[in-house]
């Protein structure tokens, strides 16, 4: 059974994990296992907070057609039941775009979704 030295690939680990940890504050960036035990919790926030941006954009897209249709004499509710009522198939994304950017086409789309809603 030869013998098998581990140092090349071991170093080449901490080496990988402390460039991962660079910028941290502390042991965090220069000891090994408290590296990686920062390095895991870092990778962990990025995780959820992937899922989390996700729904903050929505929200804050929600925020902007809210605040444009009010100006209409619309709430947010009523806009969109009207939208799908129309059948207009944009995503709030692009509401919201349009909303900031072109208020001239934004208030044509207000106008539709008011048409569309029962007196």
Do not use: C
Not at 71 to 76: N, S, V
Not at 90 to 108: C, H, P, Q, W, Y
Not at 110 to 119: E, G, N, R, T, V
């Amino acid at each position: 059974m030869s013998r098998i030295k581990r140092g090349v690939t071991t170093r080449a680990k901490h080496k990988r994990l402390l460039e991962q940890a660079k910028g941290y504050r502390g042991r965090r960036k220069n000891t090994i296992r408290v590296a990686r035990q920062a390095v895991e919790k870092a990778g962990q926030y990025a995780y959820r907070d992937r899922k989390v941006k996700k729904r903050t954009f929505r929200a804050l897209w929600i925020q902007r057609i809210n605040a444009a249709v009010r100006a209409e004499g619309l709430t947010y509710s009523q806009f969109i039941h009207g939208t799908k009522l129309a059948g207009i198939d944009l995503d709030r994304k692009v509401m919201a775009d349009l909303a900031m950017n072109e208020g001239g086409i934004f208030s044509t789309v207000i106008a539709q979704a008011k048409a569309a809603l029962p007196a």
